[in-house]
């Protein structure tokens, strides 16, 4: 029988966390494990981790009730760990699996509800060889099983899988946030990365799940001073928190003591080191703004939506900024009703004259250093232009947007039509820099505004977005992507009205079409420079290409996609019915669109091209002798006339027609067994690698 949770838990805020009505940004040190013959009491290291202002644990196994009070007691959430024997190939053993959907299930129903407990992360670090001889598809599904189970008994928790540069392909389609294990020990190159995961995390928030640096290779002051700027940085970037690994030098690993580093910001007799104080000392600066801003609505008919806009603006952090109306020709009462409820805005009727001449009149009567635009079904976070703010601090920077969100849906229709394809997106030329970005949240210096006229008053309801964008670049601007900046965008509450509204983009392209035919391919069809990002974590899927680097040693392991992912179907509407009719709307979304863009239907583009090999191989294992790993026998293979494969082929080594794969598989922090599959004649492989393995 489980207790219920009298205690607000935390929530996913779009980018971010909440708790309660106040964001929650997450600082957290991992826990453990600990020697057995090691009696810590957890009421005593809790208040010592609360002390250096620490809100949360992460634990690498799901805890017991003792620990979970303990944390309660002392004002701790608890990120509990599922260990199982994923470190083995789960794929070809499925009992491993499904031991680990018992454990998981057998806990959540005792300790689920308990107030302590803010999310389970699923798994951590499938190591890279491993994932690459199961499948990275049939890993992915695998584990996005568990996080489906998790969320059925417990909907209330989050859910996360531990990720990791060397598998950055793995994120997981349902988890509730992209979560990363980081070890860079250079400001530039941690910044760099954070600014590629935000982009891999698409619409949900990113944490760092780990990041620390050993102070015995190092030195304790070294220690202090990287996780200072860690956790300066990591809230610089927008991220929803960072976990410290480690709280303390014991740990205890695969059933032996770990005594060659120490991550500890405490020692092994419990005594603080500097970068204890590092993390107390740490405080995020206070919300303040460098320019002033014009935020301006256009709205036609919009009277029962301002007030959830109107509201979200008037709640913004920072300052200063005005807030300006322009009812576009309304033939509804919204005028008076922004005069009514709203007195303090700006408020403006022209005659009806299309969305970019409103803007472009909006612009006119506006004396902010800054014009950000929004529409009239969106919400402003409450940080929005503190966020947007922060990236214009790169003078280069002409214009800065963030995404655009959609709220949860109320209905079946809202939840597929939040999920389909040909939703407003930005388009990024690499992690920082834009070739698009939406006229629902958009912000553009006054000087490059006027130098490229406005907005073209030729768009009437569409495309003026792409049309500014383009001139904007073209005019030698630069545009900025800040991916905290986000927007609350009320999609369309039925599939016609998105259907109709595919028809308006449509006919908005016609006259892109003519204004940048450089812009659009021989067939009519939008040829972008970079890349849409549709809301979805990146992800691999069947038909992705993964650069594994040569015989999958790379570090940094990306992914290829033809498509970037879109956001997934609503957990609370996914059927049979429901998919059928999102896989309906999604094919007919283009076909419309292009049909009343160029007369011409959008046939499908062809897709990547993966590396081909023989469908029938031969597997086998073989014991790996202490000191002797993968690396080793890749080397030893090497010498011997065997050839590395390409960076994203599905194999090694080959050699006389004959390729080969190899993984570790580990059994415990001592045995190791060698994963072997090859395709071709496997005896002669098999004796060489049996001589090398047997060698004094």
Known sequence: ????????????????????????????VSYGPFPPDCHLSHHEEFEKIRSANFNSIRVFSLPDQELLDAAHHAGLFVFAGLDWRHYEDFISQPTLLSSAIIRLSEWLRIQANHPALAGVYIGNEIPSDLTR???????????????????????????????????????????????????????????????????????????????????????????????????????????????????????????????????GITDRQGKIKPAWAACRDFSPPASSNNHTYSIIVCTRNGGSRMGACLSAIDALAGGPYETIVVDDGSTDDTAEWVASKFPHVRLFSIPPSGLSAARNYGAATASGEIFVYTDDDCMPDYEWITRLDRAFENPEIAAVGGPNLPP???????????AAPGAPSHVLLDDTHAEHLPGCNIAVRRDAFEKIGGFNPAFHTAGDDV??????????????????????????????????????????????????????????????????????????????????????????????NRMLPIRGLDVRFQNFFTHLLLKVVSILQPQIRSWYRNRKICLPKNPIVIPNFPEEFSEFNLPLPPKINR?????????????????????????NGIRLLLATQKLDFQHHNLLIRIWGKPQPVMNELIRFLNQP
């Not at 992705?544 to 040693?553: A, F, K, R, W």
């Not at 293979?637 to 080959?654: I, K, M, V, Y």
């Open 1 to 28: 029988m489980t207790r219920l949770n009298p205690c607000p838990t935390l929530r996913t805020d779009g980018k971010f966390f909440r708790l309660g009505s106040e964001r929650f940004w997450l600082r957290c």
């Open 133 to 263: 001889w199961m499948g990275p598809d049939k890993v992915r599904r695998s584990l996005e099983e568990l996080i489906g189970i998790g969320r059925g008994i417990a909907p209330h928790l989050l859910f996360a899988y531990a990720n990791y540069p060397s598998t950055e392909y793995l994120e997981l389609d349902n988890a509730d946030f992209t979560a990363f294990n980081i070890y860079l020990e250079t400001p530039d190159a941690f910044v760099s990365y954070l600014r590629r995961l935000q982009n891999i995390a698409g619409d949900r928030p990113l944490v760092i799940s780990e990041f620390g640096l050993d102070s015995l290779r190092n030195s304790t002051e070294a220690q202090a001073q990287i996780l200072a700027w860690g956790m300066r940085h990591a809230h610089e970037e927008e991220t929803a928190g960072i976990t410290v690994y480690a709280w303390s030098d014991l740990w205890h690993n695969a059933g032996m003591d770990v005594t060659d580093w120490s991550f």
């Open 408 to 418: 949860n849906a109320s209905s079946i229709q809202e939840a597929i039509v939040s």
């Open 467 to 560: 049309d500014f964008c383009w001139r904007l670049r073209d005019a030698g601007f630069e545009l900025g992507f800040a991916p905290g900046a986000f927007v609350w965008h009320h999609r369309r509450a039925s599939i016609r009205a998105f259907l109709k509204q595919q028809i308006g983009y449509g006919l908005a392209e016609r006259i892109l079409l003519k204004i940048h035919a450089n812009r659009f391919t021989k067939k009519g069809d939008l040829r972008w420079d970079g890349f849409v990002y549709a809301g979805g974590a990146i992800r691999v899927d069947h038909d992705s290409l993964i650069y594994h680097g040569p015989m999958g040693q790379a570090g940094y392991q990306s992914i290829c």
């Open 631 to 655: 690396d080793h026998t890749l080397k030893h293979l090497l010498s011997n006339h065997w050839q590395a494969a390409g960076d994203c082929d599905a194999w090694d080594l080959e050699k």
